[in-house]
DNA sequence: GCATTTTAGACCACACTGGTCAATAGGCCT
DNA sequence: AGGCCTATTGACCAGTGTGGTCTAAAATGC
């Protein structure tokens, strides 16, 4: 696998447009169903060029999950804090470096969760250990130095972190529905980060300890 | 659309052979890509009876929509009562109402979700609407008769009722991802239903009020 | 044994597939 | 200008899969 040394010469700029044509056409219908002509349509190039580049379909495949692995690691996952103990704060930071990640690159994520689902190819090995050390290193991420004495002790505080975290996706999820057929660079986030913020007060309120000294 | 009369004289067993084979294709696939070449191989029947049953691929497909919605409108809403007002409680009776309907038509739910979706086939508008009528009834479904006085004051209710039910949905999605591979007639659910009780317990614990009275 | 209904799958024209390649356009050096 | 090299295009290829048809056989009922 691989690429023509002539890709990395091209604009930046038509680097992703290709790259994001042919992430979204993959993510869209896996492997086999992806069409090599509607990616070089939606990149605007000339069908030859895609296997200049690249050598096949297989090989532009493989080069992409590589670059969403590496995307994820140096845009996201390298981004967050686990310096913060509190583990609403904690999310919160995770949520905001996420946005950015995802506006940047909005079809990586679905490449990466459609790549696993994929059974027509059989992927190098190699490719899937490292999508599982990155959801290893996305628990550590998580949970690793949170401060459990802030809960409150009448509940399990596991089951707490669980709910917490539900909760957030949920959020995220519900929005993500909504804007869905919006054109994201229009769009004013700030309301929604304050509607989130607000959640995010709820949550610390309920799942909290009452604090004892004065504030 | 007339589906012929023949496809009712069959077993019951064949026809919904047939119907998740195609719930099932068109649900992963989309109307245009999925292959009725594929429905017929998977439902084990002659390419000739598809289309002796149904006349074309887009009739059958508005059939799969009628189905589907007759099917969640009576194997699930109606089957909500909406007579409990303890909103946790009303939740965790709306999922079991859901696992047994889940059970019972494992595609029903995705081929619904992924109907909307179709941009290729324009349905017919009273499709549209009918599911838009599901939706608004799901709604009320969740809302309508619940008693607002069992939350604790000190944080607003509505943000409540919203995080409750995204950390049940949470727990929900990661159940279905988890047992995703399995072959579902073969599990013991006792322990999920279990551990599913014990996060409505801690939701209880820290969103209603303390109970005032002695229990 | 006959008439009717079910059934299977070979077959059709056609669309689309991943991939190739000859022709060309464009930049750069002399 | 001319020669050289790389970048680029899209017509083209054989092969596969498409929705749909139809013939001929099997099953059913009488």
Known sequence: ??????????????????????????????????STNQIVKNAGIGKGMLFYYFNSKEDLYLFLINYCLDITMVEFFQRIDTNEPDFVERLKQIAEVKAKYHLKNPYVLNFLGSFILNEALEVPKAYRKRYEELLALSNLKLYENIDKTLFRKDVDTDKALKLIQWSIEGYQNELINQLKNQNLSTINFDPYWAEFYGYLEVLKTVYYQKEEGAK
């Open 1 to 34: 696998m691989e690429i023509n040394q002539s890709f990395y010469n091209l604009d930046i700029d038509k680097q992703k447009r290709i790259i994001e044509a042919a992430l979204k056409e993959f993510a869209e219908n896996g492997y086999e169903k992806a």
